[in-house]
């Protein structure tokens, strides 16, 4: 069964105090990992696609990172508008569908 | 403008009740998705549409039913809402050739008493 692991489920940061979440996931082909973030009471937003272990994708302070069996996202220096909970996903089934097995999210705080 | 819209934002209902949420979108997307966000279970798939003739059960339609009344407009009912059906609602839409590049909307709350 395909599934997805977010963890740590909350971190605090102090502003420019650099960290990074991780997302593990089973599935029986990759056929991409994504990265959303989502603001309190708003949708999620997208933010990156890595398709094969060792790409890395960049912007502004964040860096998504994949391997065989997770993905990272590296924050650098953040502000508190980083705040939100970052959700990571993977296609079920055929890639081709939009049918997206979602993480719980970790929900980062940082405090100016 | 936002791109992808949702009525109403807030709902309250009694157990039993018809509700019906509804989606539009303005980015000329042909795919549209309905998720449900819970505390501790994330966003999972009720129903998801390739086009207006095209529409699919996702991981828990029961209690569930859509229309897709133009590309642009989809929605979600719920023909005899239960408490468990309290949740967070999200449509969500994507370009055929970027299914997983989703947009979402603002969310519908969802009150079952």
């Known amino acids: 069964e395909d599934q997805v692991t977010q963890s740590p489920e909350a971190l605090r940061l102090q502003e420019g105090e650099s960290s990074s979440l991780n997302c593990s996931y089973t599935?029986?082909?990759?056929?991409?990992l994504f990265w959303y973030r989502q603001d309190p009471g708003k949708g999620p937003e997208f933010l990156f696609t890595l398709y094969s272990a060792g790409e890395e994708k960049e912007k502004e302070r964040l860096k998504a990172t994949l391997t065989k069996k997770e993905s990272f996202l590296h924050i650098t220096a953040p502000k508190p508008e980083d705040s939100a909970t970052y959700l990571c996903?993977?296609?079920?089934?055929?890639?081709?569908?939009?049918?997206?097995?979602f993480g719980q999210g970790t929900t980062l705080q940082v405090k100016p | 403008d936002a791109d992808v819209t949702q009525t109403p934002r807030n709902r309250i209902t009694k157990t039993g009740k018809r509700i019906m949420l509804e989606c539009s979108q303005t980015k000329g997307h042909d795919r549209m998705y309905w998720y449900r966000q819970d505390p501790g279970l994330g966003l999972r798939l009720i129903y998801y549409s390739f086009d207006v003739k095209d529409i699919n059960k996702g991981e828990i339609s029961d209690g569930y039913s859509v229309s897709r009344q133009a590309q642009a407009k989809f929605s979600l009912s719920l023909e005899s809402a239960i408490p468990n059906q309290t949740a967070l609602y999200f449509c969500?839409?994507?370009?055929?050739?970027?299914?997983?590049?989703?947009?979402f909307g603002p969310g519908t709350r969802l009150t079952v008493l």
């Open positions: 996903a993977v296609p079920h089934g055929s890639s081709n569908t939009g049918k997206l097995i």
């Open positions: 599935v029986s082909g990759l056929r991409g």
């Open positions: 969500a839409t994507s370009e055929r050739t970027r299914p997983n590049e989703q947009f």
